[in-house]
């Protein structure tokens, strides 16, 4: 047990899925996996742990934005012997040939600042995927049919963002979509020898300013889910 997660010794698996809402996390858990238990709920931040196609998998929310997954991801590795780690969640589009409902895999997760900023002080860490899942991801979406997309995405620290300067640059400069949480995941895993994805959906797009209805919602998230999944145990 630590400070944010009430799990015991071994309730928790090597391979843990991330989505930021809790509630999804919930949902995930009982769509696809079998015997699943509860393993944490301290803060109301849900975590499960359960087999898919007999491998054990944990599902953890992480929270909104880069310091509350730094928490969950650090007492997931160094308490918890998480060794493979993938964010799934939601994202805004960026380019024009980035669609809705589209999957992004993000090989490399740029930002402004992380919680481990102050490790490096005056270096620019480029923080990327783990090639094997990454590959693995790929092909998983590909044979699934989803219009998939590997490269670059930016990691904002903030969600109302009023930087139209930054996002014209990122475009520019071919980021695929941005979301919050990867470029601190993508970190630790470095730092502690772990392998991590972002598998993302694109749920709005910043350039023509579409956004997924919220029934339709699920359902990419349940493709995003299974090509992690795929992926993990590839």
Not at 69 to 77: D, F, G, R, T
Not at 138 to 156: D, E, L, N, Q
Not at 166 to 190: D, F, I, K, S
Request: glycine share 10%.
């Amino acid at each position: 047990m630590t400070v944010h997660i009430g799990a015991a010794p071994g309730q928790i698996a090597e391979t843990v899925l991330l989505p930021g809402d809790p509630y999804r996390a919930r949902w995930a858990a009982e769509t696809y996996l079998e015997n699943v238990e509860l393993v944490n709920e301290v803060r109301g931040m849900l975590g499960f742990t359960g087999t898919w196609k007999g491998n054990r998998v944990t599902i953890h929310g992480s929270g909104m934005g880069m310091p509350s997954l730094s928490i969950y991801a650090n007492e997931l590795i160094k308490d918890y012997g998480a060794k493979t780690l993938i964010r799934i969640g939601s994202c805004g589009g960026m380019q024009e040939t980035v669609k809705i409902r589209d999957v992004i895999l993000a090989m490399t997760a740029s930002s402004l600042s992380t919680p481990s900023a102050g490790l490096f002080r005056e270096l620019n860490f480029a923080p990327c995927a783990d090639f094997g899942l990454l590959a693995a991801a790929h092909v998983a979406a590909t044979a699934k049919g989803t219009p998939v997309h590997a490269g670059g995405i930016y990691s904002s620290d903030v969600f109302y963002d009023e930087r139209d300067d930054l996002n014209a640059q990122l475009t520019r400069h071919g980021v695929l979509g941005v979301e919050m949480e990867a470029a601190e995941l993508y970190n630790l895993a470095h730092r502690h020898g772990c392998r991590a994805l972002a598998v993302l959906t694109v749920s709005d797009h910043l350039q023509t300013g579409e956004a997924l209805p919220s029934e339709d919602r699920e359902k990419s998230f349940g493709d995003m889910v299974e090509i992690a999944l795929e992926a993990a145990f590839a």
